[in-house]
Structures are given as structure tokens and as C-alpha cells.
């Protein structure tokens, strides 16, 4: 077991505290710092500018009516660029939460201070080349040192990671499949999709090959498929399960939870489920749209400055929805149908900036808390992976992101 999380100046460290996603991860663990250890937490902020973050630090005072925090959470000065200032910030941190993106260009020097300095590290990166790059190249030393690296613990990926995990433990049975479909919501909540999702989708489009290539050196064997296959569906086609039309979804989530079914089939021995992921879209009106949108898409993501058009844009706030499949106790799942089907739903406020930092902080406070309930060795994991023997799943439930059954199993 780890010993990072011991003898640290500080339980948790938000490096990239003033950016915009990180201004609200501040205000999130400050709202939560009585979940600590003992019910407390000491906790600091990093970041290139002091200036900046002293102005977070001193907005999220007023915000949440917390005038002791400008005394009580401290400032460190670390920058991406300069490998000893986060090498200082590491050996400070139980856990640096980093809010730095993108990951592909700006998260390498993070893992590498973390792993090198003690510190576990919790990210929110929606991009799967640089999740499974940083498996490639830190896992290994990782679980040497005793560190959990633990990637895309925000809207990407644990609403569909851990809502892969909590449909599998509603299933009284051997549940082998799963589609999930993802709605938009542009009600009084409003909001936009994560920043991270929408650069993820666009750097992945146009970085495919180089994550083929990745993959390729990761060497893993094929998953098993138990029970019946996934039937493979369209690039846009009509959903019965949510009535509308619906097309394959772009982000990180189907790569992070294919990891976690590895692990639990590899690792802990448990039958891996096969995962479809897909975004909802609306009738024919929004399926002509999102035509064009693509069109769009495919062309802008292969210049630099249509990327930064792109990252612009903006889109709306989630829930999703699991349809999964399996059989019943006792019948063999490598014989006939599925008898039993279930539906499970995860939701939430907006997506980028309120449930973000509500599952990351989560994320933080439960690995503090429930070490025992982790992996027997770091490494570099999924949340699914990392939490799915821990209270993670009811602790957001008590902070707005809610796990339900919709239809309990059934033939």
C-alpha cells in the first residue's frame, strides 16, 4: 500500500487552481473540506501566478462566505515548465489534483512529478492518448512507488465508467452488455458540455492513428466476449430505448470503461461487459443538423485554426441513460439469449463546471478515506478500476450526481 499519502504538508493540492475549471475545483473542496480525514483537510493551491490565485482564493472566500480561508490555504508557485517546481509541489501533496489541460501537451510533467515525488494524482482529462500513454509509460513505476494515478475523473469518464460499474452490481445475474446514450438538457441548469470533452473528441479525430500505434505497444490481448455480441449500430439511427435519433458518442468514455473491464477481468477476475457509448441527438430536424455539424467537424479538425474554432463552441448539460443486458443466475451466458434486461441512469447539474468538480473532489476525498478499498498497488487506473470497491458511488449521490434504477432486471 502506498505511503504518499503520509507525513504531507498538504492532503490535497489544486495545481492549475486559477484556470477556469480549477477556480471552481477550489470552491468545490472548499465546501467539502470537512469530508477530510478526521474531518478535516489542509489543502493549498498551485499555479504559475500567485497573483491569480490569491484572487481565486480570496473570490472563493467571498462566494462561500469563508473569510478563514485566506488565512488558512496557502499558495505554491509551480509551472508545467519548470520540472523542480513540480517536483517541490509533489513532495508537498498527498494527492494533486491537476487542472491543467490540455493533457496531451501540459499533463505528462504532472504524472511524472507525482510518480517520482509520492504524490497520487487525479486528473480530468477526456483525451484517451494521453490516458493510455500515461499507463504505458508510468504504470509500472507507479506501482513501485506506491502511487494511484487515476485519469479522467470528471464528466469525463466517471458517470459513464462508474455508471457501467453500479448497473453491473444492480444485476442479479451475469449482466454482459451495455449501451448508454447520453441527453442533452438545456433547461434552467443550462450550461455547456465539459471543455475537455469537446478538445478530446477534436484532438482524437485528428490524432487517431497515433492512438492505434499506442495501443499497438500496450499489447493487450482481446477481451472475452461473454454472452451474446453487441450488435453494432450506425453512424445515425433511430433509438427505440430513448426515442430519438442517435449517433456513436465522440468522447473518452468507451476507451476508459474497455480499460476497466480489463482490469476487473484480468485483475480481479470478473466477467468483463461489453460497452457501446452514444449521444441522443433529437428527430430529423437535429439528425440534418447534425449532418452539417460533422461535415464541419471532420473538415475544421485538421487545421489548427479550425481546432481553435471548435473549442469555442459551446453545447449543453447531460444525463445518461444504461440499457444493459445479461442472464439470469444459474443459465450459462455462452448459451442462447439474454433473458434480462435493466436500466440504470446517472444525473447531475451542468457538466463542465458544477459536476466536474463535484466528482473530482469525490474522487479526492475518497481515495483519502478508503485506501483499503483501492487496488492492492498503484499504478495508473480508470476510476472504475481505482473505486469500484469504495463508497464513491454514495458519496455523489449525497452531492447531486445521483445513481438510480430505472427498470430493475427483468425477462
Not at 178 to 205: C, R
Not at 287 to 296: E, N, Q, S, T
Request: aromatic share 10%; hydrophobic share 40%; net charge positive.
Amino acid at each position: 500500500m502506498a505511503t504518499s499519502s503520509t507525513n504531507r504538508v498538504y492532503q490535497l493540492v489544486i495545481f492549475g487552481a486559477s484556470g477556469f475549471t480549477g477556480q471552481f475545483v477550489v470552491e468545490e473542496v472548499a465546501r467539502n473540506s470537512a469530508e477530510g480525514p478526521k474531518g478535516t483537510l489542509k489543502w493549498a493551491l498551485a499555479g504559475r501566478n500567485r497573483q491569480k490565485l490569491q484572487e481565486v482564493l480570496d473570490q472563493a472566500a467571498e462566494n462561500l462566505g469563508k473569510p478563514e480561508l485566506k488565512s488558512e490555504v496557502d499558495i505554491i508557485i509551480a509551472d508545467v515548465g519548470e520540472p523542480d517546481s513540480l517536483a517541490s509541489m509533489s513532495k508537498q501533496a498527498s494527492i494533486v489534483l491537476n487542472c491543467v489541460g490540455p493533457y496531451r501537451f501540459f499533463g505528462e510533467p504532472v504524472v511524472k512529478a507525482c510518480v517520482e515525488n509520492g504524490a497520487h494524482c487525479i486528473d480530468i482529462s477526456g483525451e484517451p492518448q494521453f490516458l493510455e500513454g500515461m499507463q504505458l509509460n508510468y504504470n509500472s513505476q507507479a506501482a513501485k512507488n506506491g502511487v494511484y494515478v487515476i485519469g479522467s475523473c470528471g464528466f469525463d469518464s466517471i458517470p459513464a465508467d462508474m455508471g457501467v460499474v453500479y448497473t453491473k452490481d444492480q444485476f442479479k445475474g451475469t449482466l454482459t452488455a451495455i449501451e448508454s446514450f447520453l441527453s442533452v438538457n438545456t433547461g434552467p441548469e443550462g450550461g455547456s458540455i465539459h471543455d475537455g470533452t469537446w478538445q478530446s473528441a477534436i484532438y482524437g479525430f485528428a490524432d487517431q492513428d497515433k492512438l492505434r500505434s499506442l495501443r499497438k505497444k500496450l499489447g493487450h490481448k482481446p477481451l472475452p466476449v461473454v454472452g451474446a455480441k453487441l450488435k453494432r449500430r450506425g453512424a445515425v439511427f433511430y433509438s427505440d430505448e430513448v426515442k430519438q435519433y442517435a449517433v456513436p458518442f465522440m468522447g473518452s468514455d468507451p476507451s476508459v470503461v474497455k480499460r476497466t473491464q480489463r482490469y476487473l477481468c484480468e485483475e480481479l477476475k470478473e466477467s468483463p461487459v461489453q460497452y457501446s457509448a452514444f449521444a441522443a441527438v433529437g428527430g430529423v430536424c437535429s439528425v440534418i443538423k447534425l449532418m452539417f455539424a460533422g461535415m464541419l467537424f471532420w473538415l475544421f479538425v485538421k487545421t489548427s485554426f479550425g481546432r481553435n474554432l471548435l473549442i469555442k463552441m459551446e453545447g449543453c448539460s447531460f444525463s445518461m441513460t444504461f440499457f444493459g443486458q445479461g442472464y439470469s443466475q444459474g443459465q450459462d451466458p455462452q448459451q442462447g439469449k439474454p433473458n434480462l434486461k435493466i436500466c440504470t441512469q446517472v444525473k447531475g447539474p451542468e457538466a463542465g463546471y458544477v459536476a466536474t468538480p463535484i466528482v473530482m473532489v469525490q474522487a479526492a476525498i475518497t481515495l483519502l478515506n478508503e485506501s483499503k478499498s483501492l487496488p492492492k498497488e498503484g499504478g495508473v487506473y480508470t476510476p472504475g478500476a481505482a473505486f469500484c470497491k469504495t463508497s464513491l458511488i454514495e458519496r455523489l449521490n449525497k452531492h447531486g450526481v445521483v445513481f438510480s434504477v430505472i427498470s430493475k432486471p427483468e425477462a
